[in-house]
C-alpha cells in the first residue's frame, strides 16, 4: 500500500529521536497511547452506554495530523506507541496509519507499534498488520462462551473474534488477551480463559474494572478485586510471582500447571502510578496526562496553528511538566459515580 503521507517528511528523513521527556516526578514518558477513534462496533456493558453519542467527524485529528503528532512523540524519545479506540480496526483507512508508523520500527527509532483490539476485524487485517512491523497485540476479551460474550459486548460476533485471534496467531503475532474481571460474569470462568490462552502460547492479563464514565450499571455490582480472583486461582494453580515485565503495570506471575504468564492489574486495589511511563493522546488531539485524572492539554490548536512543530513540541513539553503524580480512581459506594467522567472508549484504557 503507498503512504498517504504526501508532502510530509517520511519516518527515515526524521530526526533521531532524543533523550526521553522525563515528568516533575523523575518518570520518563517513552510509551505514546493514542486512541484513533471513539467509535467501536462492540457496546461493552462496562464501556459504553447503548446509545452512545460519538464526536462529530469534524473533530477527528486525520491520519496525516495523527501521524504528525505521533511523529512528533517519536523526536521526543516515545519509544512505544499503541493504537487504541474505540475499536481502532474500525476507523477508516487505520492501516495507512500503521503502515506509515511501522517505517519508524524499522528504521529502529521506535521498539514496538502494536495495538489493542475487540480483535472483530483482525482476521481482514492481521498479516498487513504484521508487514507493518506489529509483533505483538492485545485482545479484550472477557469470556468464551458465546451466549455470555453477546451479552457483555451487546453487538459482538464471538465467531469472527475467534477467527480474529486465529489469524493473527498463524500471521506470527503474539496475542495477549485481556479480560475484566467482573463479579457474577466471569469469576468462574477465569481459570478457562487462561488455560485457553496458554494452550496457544497467549498470556492471559485480568484487569480490576476501572470507573470511567457514565454507563447503564451500577459498577459496584460487578467490582471484583483481584486479590479475590488471585485467591481462588491460588486453590487449583501453582503461581509463581515473576518480574516480568512489558513496560505496563500489570504483575506477572507463571502459573506451572500451565507453563503460561498470567497479569494482574489493579488500578483500584494498588497505586501502579509509581512506574508510569505513559501519556494518551484522544482522536480530537487531547493529551491526557494521566488515565486517573481528568486534566488534559488540546495539542490539535499547536499542531494546526504552523506547519512547523515548534509550538506543537512547546505544547507537549509544558503538557509533560503537568503530568500529575497518580491517579485517585474510587468507585464511590455513596454516589455510583465515575471518579472520571469521561468514557474509557475516548482514552482507550
Ligand atoms: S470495551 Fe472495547 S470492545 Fe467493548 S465497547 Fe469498549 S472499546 Fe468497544
Known amino acids: 500500500m503507498n503512504s498517504f503521507l504526501g508532502s510530509l517528511p517520511k519516518a527515515d528523513t526524521l530526526t533521531e529521536s532524543k533523550a526521553p521527556m522525563v515528568d516533575p516526578f523523575g518518570r520518563a514518558v517513552t510509551y505514546l497511547r493514542v486512541s484513533v477513534t471513539d467509535r467501536c462496533d462492540f457496546r461493552c456493558t462496562y464501556c459504553m452506554s447503548e446509545h452512545m453519542t460519538f464526536l462529530p467527524k469534524k473533530d477527528l485529528l486525520t491520519l496525516e495530523e495523527l501521524n504528525r503528532?505521533?511523529?512528533?512523540?517519536?523526536?521526543?524519545?516515545?519509544?512505544?506507541?499503541?493504537?487504541?479506540?474505540?475499536?481502532?480496526?474500525?476507523?477508516?483507512?487505520?492501516?495507512?496509519?500503521?503502515?506509515?508508523?511501522?517505517?519508524?520500527?524499522?528504521?529502529?527509532?521506535?521498539?514496538?507499534?502494536?495495538?489493542?483490539?475487540?480483535?472483530?476485524?483482525?482476521?481482514?487485517?492481521?498479516?498487513?498488520?504484521?508487514?507493518?512491523?506489529?509483533?505483538?497485540?492485545?485482545?479484550?476479551?472477557?469470556?468464551?462462551?458465546?451466549?455470555?460474550?453477546?451479552?457483555?459486548?451487546?453487538?459482538?460476533?464471538?465467531?469472527?473474534?475467534?477467527?480474529g485471534i486465529d489469524a493473527a496467531l498463524a500471521a506470527g503475532i503474539k496475542i495477549k488477551l485481556n479480560a475484566v474481571a467482573l463479579k457474577d460474569f466471569n469469576e468462574h470462568e477465569i481459570p478457562e480463559l487462561m488455560r485457553f490462552a496458554h494452550a496457544r502460547g497467549m498470556d492471559l492479563t485480568v484487569i480490576e474494572t476501572m470507573p470511567m464514565g457514565e454507563i447503564e450499571e451500577d459498577r459496584t455490582d460487578r467490582y471484583l478485586p483481584l486479590s479475590q480472583v488471585r485467591a481462588s486461582l491460588a486453590q487449583q494453580f501453582t503461581l509463581d510471582d515473576i518480574g516480568y515485565q512489558t513496560g505496563g503495570p500489570a504483575?506477572?506471575?507463571?502459573?506451572?500447571?500451565?507453563?503460561?504468564?498470567?497479569?494482574?492489574?489493579?488500578?483500584?486495589?494498588?497505586?501502579?502510578?509509581?512506574?508510569?511511563?505513559?501519556?494518551?493522546?484522544?482522536?480530537?488531539?487531547?493529551?491526557?496526562?494521566?488515565?486517573?485524572?481528568?486534566?488534559?492539554?488540546?495539542?490539535?490548536?499547536?499542531?494546526?496553528?504552523?506547519?512547523?512543530?515548534?509550538?506543537?513540541?512547546?505544547?507537549?513539553?509544558?503538557?509533560?511538566?503537568?503530568?500529575?503524580?497518580?491517579?485517585?480512581?474510587?468507585?464511590?459506594?455513596?454516589?455510583?459515580?465515575?471518579?472520571?467522567?469521561?468514557?474509557?472508549?475516548?482514552?482507550?484504557g
Open 69 to 163: 503528532l505521533c511523529s512528533a512523540f517519536i523526536e521526543k524519545g516515545v519509544r512505544k506507541i499503541r493504537l487504541t479506540g474505540g475499536e481502532p480496526l474500525v476507523r477508516k483507512n487505520i492501516m495507512h496509519l500503521v503502515r506509515d508508523l511501522g517505517r519508524h520500527v524499522q528504521a529502529g527509532r521506535l521498539d514496538e507499534l502494536t495495538l489493542t483490539t475487540n480483535g472483530s476485524q483482525l482476521a481482514n487485517h492481521a498479516a498487513e498488520l504484521h508487514d507493518c512491523g506489529v509483533r505483538r497485540i492485545n485482545v479484550s476479551l472477557d469470556t468464551l462462551d458465546p451466549d455470555k460474550f453477546k451479552q457483555i459486548t451487546r453487538w459482538g460476533d464471538f465467531s469472527k473474534v475467534m477467527a
Open 251 to 348: 504483575r506477572y506471575v507463571h502459573v506451572k500447571e500451565t507453563g503460561g504468564r498470567l497479569g494482574f492489574i489493579t488500578p483500584m486495589t494498588h497505586n501502579f502510578c509509581e512506574s508510569c511511563n505513559r501519556v494518551r493522546l484522544t482522536c480530537t488531539g487531547t493529551l491526557y496526562m494521566c488515565l486517573g485524572q481528568d486534566d488534559a492539554a488540546d495539542l490539535r490548536t499547536a499542531l494546526r496553528a504552523s506547519e512547523d512543530n515548534a509550538l506543537l513540541s512547546q505544547a507537549i513539553d509544558d503538557a509533560i511538566l503537568r503530568k500529575p503524580k497518580g491517579h485517585d480512581f474510587i468507585i464511590d459506594r455513596t454516589h455510583k459515580r465515575p471518579a472520571v467522567a469521561r468514557h474509557m472508549s475516548v482514552t482507550g
